[in-house]
């Protein structure tokens, strides 16, 4: 079991910026991987961000160039810290650790509101 806890989201003016913060409750090198998704209403549940056990990263198209993963191995806490916000980037964001293909924890979820 991992539990997730999440934090940093908000109410932010487009242009803005915020940062996610994620803690779990064990080791985040015993994971395969954690990431960030998102939802926001009338859509699915989307991935944003993530990163591997060995440290590589991937995005959505969508956040290229404004958001970045980043994590505290000694924290057992992982960031997205996201710049340049648009309206669309409004959502839920749950924060996920995949332990294994089989094995994935969601956090509570965190919401972000853009304001335009």
């Known amino acids: 079991q991992v539990q997730l806890v999440e934090s940093g989201g908000g109410l932010v003016q487009a242009g803005g910026s915020l940062r996610l913060s994620c803690a779990a409750s064990?080791?985040?090198?015993?994971?395969?991987?954690m990431g960030w998704y998102r939802q926001a209403p009338g859509k699915q549940r989307e991935l944003v961000a993530a990163v591997t056990n060995g440290g590589s990263t991937n995005y959505a198209d969508s956040v290229k160039g404004r958001f970045t993963i980043s994590r505290d191995i000694a924290k057992n806490t992982v960031y997205l810290q996201m710049n340049s916000l648009k309206a669309e980037d409004t959502a839920v964001y749950y924060c996920n650790a995949e332990v294994t293909i089989l094995a994935r924890y969601w956090g509570q979820g965190t919401q972000v509101t853009v304001s335009s």
């Open positions: 064990r080791s985040i090198l015993s994971m395969n991987a």
